[in-house]
């Protein structure tokens, strides 16, 4: 298993997503600069939370243009996998591998706490396909002020008929549409959710629901 995970100058969360991979799946994991494109025979990106470029502009704005996102959309348009979670799913939608975008919180504060996340219904995509289904919701870790997603009525109509929707908050903390804390491409190859699931699996915190995800991505 081979993954490869994109750091910018301000990412924070890129040492903790790659350790976790590498304990529990005993993947090949590389840190790509951003100034490198990813290698050939990957089975995974992820794009890690952060503050990629400081978010001067906008989050994930610049980010967009590095020669590591170039080839990540590359990557991505030939059918491999791509997960951004945070400033990762900002910068997806910033580069335009997923619709919608990702504006201030409502009340415009940062947000650093412990989210239960509702399992949406109509997943066609089969995310959660491994997942116990008596149990309809799971806990992450939130940590943003730019998480309030936003799409056009049609946008959400299309990503709710087409069970694009990976989560969805139980109680919205931010004014995202819908709820949505989550979503994916058409395709269901490429993710991008403001929920830190790599915080979800670590005895220390007491939040073991982040593996569930993941497997999606590394055990099928």
Known sequence: MKVAIIT????????????VIEESYNANVSYIWHKDSISSGLDLVVIPGGFSYGDYLRCGAM????PAMESVVSFAK?????????????????AGLLPGALVNNIGLKYICKDQDLIITKNDSKGFWKNYNQTIDSVSFPIAHGEG????DPETIKELESEGRIVLKYKNNPNGSIADIAGISSANGKVVGMMPHPE???????GLFDGKIFFDYFLAN
């Open 8 to 19: 910018f100058p301000g990412s924070n969360c890129d040492k903790d997503i790659g350790t």
């Open 63 to 66: 980010a967009k243009f590095s």
């Open 78 to 94: 030939k059918g491999g996998k791509v997960l951004g979670i945070c400033n990762g799913f900002q910068i997806l939608t910033e």
């Open 148 to 151: 309030r997603y936003h799409a």
């Open 199 to 205: 915080r979800a699996m670590n005895p220390y915190t």
